[in-house]
Every structure is written in structure tokens, then in C-alpha cells.
């Protein structure tokens, strides 16, 4: 069972991040269950306190598939490894 809640300005929902990160796009993308994001506008990723937490992995899979699927990617994290 997944958590949802969304406003006009805001949508938030719960998701495993160790999962495939495609299915973290398609969720991100649902118009139902997700944000209904736009992947082609700029979208900021805050990952506060989690990655830590994830096995390596998952992490890294999640770090380089988020770029993958967005035109206008900031990668901050991409060259500390």
C-alpha cells in the first residue's frame, strides 16, 4: 500500500527506493498515483538523509537512472562518488 497526498503545489507519496528506478519514474509520472511530473521541465531531487541508508547498489542505480530519464539534470553528487 503506497501513502499519497497532493495539492496544487505539492505531491507527495511513499516509495521504496531500492526498487528499479523505472518504476520510480513511472510513478513519479502517474497522474493518479504519483506527481504527475512533466520530465522534460527542471525538477530538483532532495534525497536528505536516505542514500545513506540504501544499499550501494540501489543507490547508485537510483543516482545514475534519475539523469537518465531527465532532460535538465543537476548531478551534484555525480563526481563525489
Known amino acids: 500500500m503506497h501513502s499519497f497526498l497532493s495539492t496544487d503545489h505539492y505531491c507527495l507519496f511513499s516509495f521504496d527506493l531500492r526498487l528499479p528506478v523505472d518504476n520510480f519514474i513511472a510513478r513519479l509520472c502517474s497522474p493518479t498515483s504519483g506527481a504527475d511530473l ?3 521541465i ?4 532532495l534525497a536528505e538523509c536516505v542514500l545513506v541508508y540504501m544499499p550501494p547498489p540501489q543507490c547508485l ?3 545514475q537512472g534519475l539523469p537518465a530519464h531527465f532532460l535538465h539534470v543537476l548531478e551534484a553528487m555525480a563526481s563525489k562518488g
Do not use: E, R
Open 38 to 40: 512533466d520530465k522534460s
Open 42 to 45: 527542471p525538477t530538483l531531487f
Open 61 to 63: 542505480q537510483l543516482l
